[in-house]
Antibody, heavy 121, light 107 residues
């Protein structure tokens, strides 16, 4: 059974860099049929796709986040990562790592449990 | 970006009711639509993809329909486990976007 688990610092100050890891078990992230994505959800609000990457493919980020986001894969560790720089209070949210089916325009069939990241001075 | 609009935002229903949630896309998305169920404190769970295909392990009381710009999620007989928030998501083009959610409450 495929499982995803987020980890990383949960409290950041404004202007710092958010760094999250997602450990995948039960399947290899080296497959070309899937993207490995991040989605976030501010408290009480709807879901927002952040971006994704694929083995031997390209990464795609939501243009709304401009160039603040970087998503990378480590196939040896079977992990993927999210880095978001210059965070503000607006980046406070539950962050989910997910598997995207198909291309960069995917639906998402497996989700991590999520990790709440709070940005506060 | 394609805007996804769900209605209603909140729905009160009783166990055994037939429930329908609507999702409208700001432009045609063919059948590239998914539905998710989210319970408080939990990650969303995929229910429906490609507008009408049931996700793995999803009970048959859930069904999806529609194409183009208008879609519906139907629960044929609401069960206690179904009280949750439901989101639609298009994946027709980059970037994918989600609807604002529909909360199904106990009447």
């Amino acid at each position: 059974q495929l499982q995803l688990q987020e980890s990383g610092p949960r409290l950041l100050k404004p202007s710092e860099t958010l760094s999250l890891n997602c450990t995948v078990s039960g399947a290899s992230i080296s497959g070309i049929n899937y993207y490995w994505d991040w989605i976030r959800q501010p408290p009480g609000k709807a879901l927002e796709w952040i971006g994704g990457n694929r083995y031997a493919g390209s990464s795609y980020n939501n243009p709304s986040l401009k160039s603040r986001v970087s998503i990378s894969l480590d196939t040896y560790k079977n992990q993927f990562y999210l880095k978001m720089n210059s965070v503000t209070a607006a980046d406070t949210a539950m962050y989910y790592c997910v598997r995207g089916v198909g291309g960069f325009d995917s639906h998402f069939d497996y989700w991590g449990q999520g990790t709440l990241v709070t940005v506060s001075s | 970006d394609i805007q996804m609009t769900q209605s209603p935002s909140t729905l009160s229903a009783s166990v055994g009711d037939r429930v329908t949630i609507t999702c409208r896309a700001g432009q045609t998305i063919s059948s590239w639509l998914a539905w998710y169920q989210q319970k408080p404190g939990k990650a969303p769970k995929l229910l429906i993809y490609q507008a009408s295909s049931l996700g793995g392990g999803v009970p048959s009381r859930f069904s999806g329909s529609g194409s183009g710009t208008e879609f519906t999620l139907t629960i044929s007989s609401l069960q206690p486990d179904d009280f949750a928030t439901y989101y639609c998501q298009h994946y027709h083009s980059f970037p994918v976007t989600f609807g604002g959610g529909t909360k199904v409450e106990i009447k």
